[in-house]
């Protein structure tokens, strides 16, 4: 640990109103939010039942007339007059931290929000098609029960995959078993150590494929600790054998994952088997560790037994109670920030994220980069494939998402930390090691290291080819931080000439 660098040393902050409002929160979630929240799960869950019960052929035509619809009010816009158009989803209902500001000026609304049901699972050709607005835990409901699931489920139950103007889509689905059994390997050392063995665990060096697991996380609690978490499907009649431990992990009083995870940092390794359902959705009680600053005692037994059942608030609400002052508060003091790095960098990312921000804990997640024929706006690095690298193959190159989610220590410590500039750096440490921000998070990207950071060209060239351009906003104007002047709209309305390539030089 001798060669890793001490995080910035900053001068103590004078508190102010809003940290009052930020600390003392927890009473508007309790009384307001969580009830609400409540309400609102248990009307998705009534209209997931009621679409359930439709046949399929109703589906359909309800999902005909619906796109019928979208039709005509796209006909309805006058490009001369109306803003650029986008969905009518309100600002605060997205999942995410980014404002979506560009929603704040002229634009041509179009109502999507009757896009919610699972339309087929098709288990012959072993895809769902789904519309837009069908939540993770909506398409796990119904197919885990088939055993079947999507090739990949992301943990909180409430997000869609929204993209665009999509009115549906088929997505692949793979065959499951009932539980997962999984095991839970502590790790001590330098992060660089914790990097390396994040990535033995799902890459093995011999590259034998019968050594790497159907699921594969990484947690990091400390620069010295770390718990690495291998899965694998298993059946019910094995996960019920003498001797085997079963833990339902989405019981409302049971301890939040990530603290459960921890344990093994003092009991050594263990395993033991999970409801295979209850395994994607192991983050979405406590939002992986954000609700420790929601709700400060929430992990207390005390409250997950009263009132554990009330998790998760939805994230819309607590954006849309936070107010003007706890936003900008937030996008100060706190970062919640994806890093995409390729898997041999992951320990150099670890580091800057120690030295910059010290945030704690942090998700590690592995993510396959494929090697096309085209280059899109997402890539691998160029020739990695004669590099040979640990996870890399000849047609893909492994990545791994580094999830920067909590308060920076320095806040904590009451120190003073300038949230804009650390993403900023954050960013050019992206750019720098062929890395990627999601853009779902606050961006202080400019245009021309958005383009330094994403391949423009192929997507410039669809955005010309179907008509894109003048009509949908182009997604650095989506993502841009601020909110968007008249000006800037018909710029981007008018913006049909050349594509924002970056300066090479």
């Known amino acids: 640990m001798a060669d890793l660098q001490e995080p910035l040393v900053r001068p103590k902050r004078k508190k102010v109103l809003v940290d009052y409002l930020v600390q003392f929160r927890w009473i508007l979630v309790i009384f307001v939010v969580l009830p609400i ?17 439709k046949s399929e052929k109703r589906r359909q035509k309800e999902h005909d007339d619906n796109v019928q619809k979208v039709v005509k009010r796209l006909k309805q816009r006058n490009p001369k007059k109306d803003g650029l158009v986008c969905t009518a989803r309100k600002p605060w209902i ?3 931290m980014r404002n979506v500001d560009y929603k704040r000026a002229r634009h041509f609304e179009v109502d999507l929000s009757a896009f919610r049901n699972i339309l087929e699972i098709d288990k012959d050709r072993m895809v769902a098609k789904v519309e837009p607005l069908v939540n993770m835990g909506q398409i796990t409901r119904a197919t885990c029960p088939m055993n079947l699931a999507l090739a990949v489920v992301a943990e909180l139950d409430d997000l ?7 009115v549906s889509a088929e997505i692949k689905l793979i065959s499951i078993k009932e539980y997962m059994k999984l095991t839970y390997y502590p790790v001590k050392g330098s992060l660089k150590d914790i ?13 034998d494929p019968a050594k790497v697991p159907d699921f594969v996380e990484g947690m990091v609690y400390t620069a010295s600790e770390g718990v690495m978490m291998t899965g694998v499907y298993a059946s019910k009649e094995e996960a019920k054998k003498k001797g085997n431990k079963i833990n339902n992990v989405g019981w409302w009083f049971k301890p939040w994952f990530y603290q459960h995870a921890q344990t093994a940092l003092k009991k050594g390794e263990f395993t033991e088997y999970i409801p295979t359902r209850e395994y994607y959705h192991r983050h979405t009680r406590c939002l992986y560790w954000e609700g420790k600053l929601i709700l400060p005692f929430g992990d207390q037994f005390w409250f997950r037994f009263l009132l ?8 819309s609400l607590l954006k849309a109670t936070q107010g003007e002052s706890i936003r900008n508060y937030y996008h100060d003091n706190h970062v919640i920030q994806d890093m995409l790095v390729p898997l041999y960098k992951v320990g150099d990312a670890l580091e800057f994220v120690h030295q910059e921000m ?18 899109t706006m997402v890539y691998p690095e160029p020739g990695f494939e004669h590099h040979h690298r640990q996870g890399d193959t000849s047609y893909a190159q492994m990545f ?14 009451g120190e003073e930390f300038n949230g804009a500039l650390a993403v900023h750096n954050l960013e050019q440490w992206l750019i720098e090691n062929h890395s990627y ?12 290291d958005f383009w330094r950071m994403f391949d423009a060209s192929h997507y410039e060239h669809c955005r010309q080819k179907y008509g894109a351009v003048g009509t949908f906003m182009s997604v650095y104007y989506k993502s841009k931080k601020g909110r968007k002047t008249e000006k800037e709209v018909q710029e981007a309305e008018a913006a049909i000439l050349e594509p924002a390539y970056a300066d090479e030089a």
């Open 94 to 96: 997205a999942v995410g």
């Open 160 to 166: 869609t995959g929204t993209l665009g103007f999509l």
């Open 195 to 207: 990097a390396q063995a994040y990535a033995d665990s799902f890459a093995p060096r011999d590259g």
């Open 37 to 53: 929240s409540a309400l609102i799960y248990f009307n998705i869950f009534l209209g997931d039942v009621w679409s359930a019960m």
């Open 437 to 448: 921000q999601p853009q779902y998070a606050v961006s202080e990207l400019n245009e021309k």
């Open 308 to 315: 554990g059942w009330l998790m998760p608030p939805k994230v």
């Open 358 to 375: 010290e945030v704690y804990p942090l998700w590690l997640c592995p993510h396959r980069l494929y090697k096309l024929p085209v280059k």
């Open 400 to 413: 791994t998402d580094v999830g920067v989610y909590y308060a920076p220590a320095a806040v904590l410590r």
